[in-house]
Structures are given as C-alpha cells and as structure tokens.
C-alpha cells in the first residue's frame, strides 16, 4: 500500500492571461487538485493499492474530490469530512511568460483539520511506502502525522519518495528545516526539481548535489527539468531521460504525475530508464489536458502516448 498526507483543494483557473486577479475576468473550475491529491490519484489510475490521509468540508468541493480520487481508486476512508469549514481552494492565472500567480486557501480551510485519526492510523499501519510532499508541512499537524508514518514505514523495511516542493523562505523556518532535513535523512527516492535540489545538498551545480545526496544514503535522485526532461543519479551513475515534446495546455499537476508514475514503475520492479520514459510521458501527457488531475494517465494511454510520439520522430 502507498500512501500519502496533505492538502486537498480545488483549483479555478482563470482563462485570460495576465497578472493577477485585481479586475474581474471568466473563471473555469472547479477542478480537484492539491499536489498530494493529484500524485496519489496518478497512483491509482496505475493500479497501484493507495490511500491518502487528508481532510475536507463538507461542502461540492469536498465531494467533488473524494468522489474523483475513490472513482479513480484511492482508499479516501482517511480523508476526513470536516463540517464547520470549507475545502481548501486555489485560484490560478497564467501570466504572459507561463509564470502562475497564485490565491490560496489552505491553512484557514479543512486542510488544518488533518489529523491523525483511527483511519489514518489504520492506513499508515498498512503502508509499505510513504510519498512525502514538502508542501503539505507547511499544515502543522502534517509534519508530526509524517513524522510518525515515516518511523513505522521503515521500521517495517518500507521505503519512503520525498518530492521536497518548497520555497527557500520555509528553509528559514528553523523548526521546518529540521523536519525537512529529518525527513531526506530517511529518504529513499528524492524527487526534486532543477535548483531546489541546492537547497539540500550545497554544492555548486545539481549534478554535484545529486552525487552528494547519494553518497549520504539516498538511493535515487529523480531530477525534474520539465520540458528538458529528466535525470536519475544512482550508485551506477546517471540515466538521462528526454521529454516529450507537446503543446503546453496547464502546466499544474505535471510534477505531481511523474512522480507518480516513477515511483509506481521502480514499485513494480521496472528498471530506472523504463520507469523514466513512463514518468517522462506521464508529465507530458498531463500538461496537454486543463486541470490538474484531468491528464492522469493509466499504462495503456501512456504506451498508446509513447508508440504515438515514436512513430512521430
């Protein structure tokens, strides 16, 4: 079982283009989101066995989400419905140069309700592998919850993926930054993406970095380059991986499903440059579709996306 922990929220997004969302402008959404929500739904529309531990209102958003991750697979029973306060929420417009401006609602909404409740503890006791977003510890209870999951998933020879998504700003919290630090320390796969990987290991390029995150126990790197595709750094050495050339359509969710993708493929045993091409695709494939969650992809769409951008070159 492969679980995670974090925010769940809906996402608007504006369909002008500009700065900001200071005149009134067309909205579309919503759409089901939070990069812990769209990683674990991307887990399951591969068949993976997964849950996730989170909370919303009791509200159509909240409902809107539950039903699209239990649709798609997800055991939702530790998402827990909160009464007295709203889903979290994410307004979105794009600005000229693909930049996003973001409004969010996270802290002051269901999401800093997440506990650890008797389904959680039932979910993490059944968990083999522990997907960590550093987005989701900026909700104080999440940090104690992974901290916790984290101890009993290795205790029982588990393995935990850390996708860090963070700013340089949470580093300066010193009580994160230990968490975070915490948290790499027993990290398996790392998952970070272009400069963020300098954030945890000070050298002067992220290959260098890369190479000293393995030498301090990590086991893969995973290195995120968007459109410039992606990187693994193992024991062994380096495997590049290249991208897959699309049309840009929204860009949201496509960290969050190639993560998704490589963490499944190396879980089925895959060897690192098949579990990269599937990831690769993954990514792109989401980016072509509006919304967050609406590009997930099952094998069959990503063999039917690679045969098809082959067949093309």
């Known amino acids: 079982m492969l679980v995670t922990i974090g925010e769940i929220l809906v996402e608007i997004i504006a369909t002008t283009v500009g700065d900001g969302f200071r005149e009134s402008q067309p909205l579309i959404g919503p759409f089901p989101s939070g990069a812990p929500a769209i990683f674990i739904d991307q887990v399951a529309k591969l068949g993976a066995r997964c849950g996730m531990i989170g909370a919303v209102g009791a509200d159509d958003f909240g409902r809107l989400n539950i039903d699209r991750l239990a649709a798609d697979g997800v055991d939702v029973s530790a998402i827990s419905i909160q009464p007295e306060i709203a889903t979290g929420s994410a307004f979105v417009r794009y600005r000229g140069d693909g930049s996003r401006d973001f409004v969010y609602n996270i802290l002051h909404s269901a999401n800093n309700r997440i506990e650890m409740s008797a389904a959680a503890e039932r979910l ?15 909700i104080p209870a999440v940090k104690a919850i992974t901290e916790i999951a984290i101890a009993q998933v290795k205790a029982r020879g588990g393995t935990i993926s850390f996708d860090p998504n963070v700013r340089k700003e949470m580093l300066g ?29 000070l050298s002067d390029s992220p290959e260098h970095a890369a190479e000293r995150l393995i030498a301090g126990g990590v086991r893969e790197v995973i290195l995120k380059r968007g459109a410039a595709g992606a990187q693994v750094f193992t024991a062994d050495g380096r495997i590049d991986g290249a991208s897959f ?41 989401t980016v072509t579709v509006r919304g967050p969650m609406e590009g997930a992809s099952t094998f069959a769409e990503l063999d039917a996306f690679i045969a098809a951008r082959r067949r093309q070159e």
């Open 124 to 138: 993490i006791a059944s968990a083999d592998h522990l997907h960590i977003m550093g987005s989701a510890l900026s």
């Open 245 to 285: 050339p699309v049309e840009e359509v929204d860009p949201t969710g496509a960290g969050d499903c190639f993560g998704a993708t490589y963490v499944v493929c190396r879980r089925l045993g895959m060897a690192v440059d098949r579990a990269l091409a599937y990831a690769n695709a993954a990514g792109a494939r």
């Open 173 to 201: 919290d010193a009580a994160l930054g230990d968490v975070l630090h915490r948290i790499l320390a027993a990290t398996d796969l790392f998952m970070p993406s272009g400069d963020e990987i300098l954030l945890f290991a």
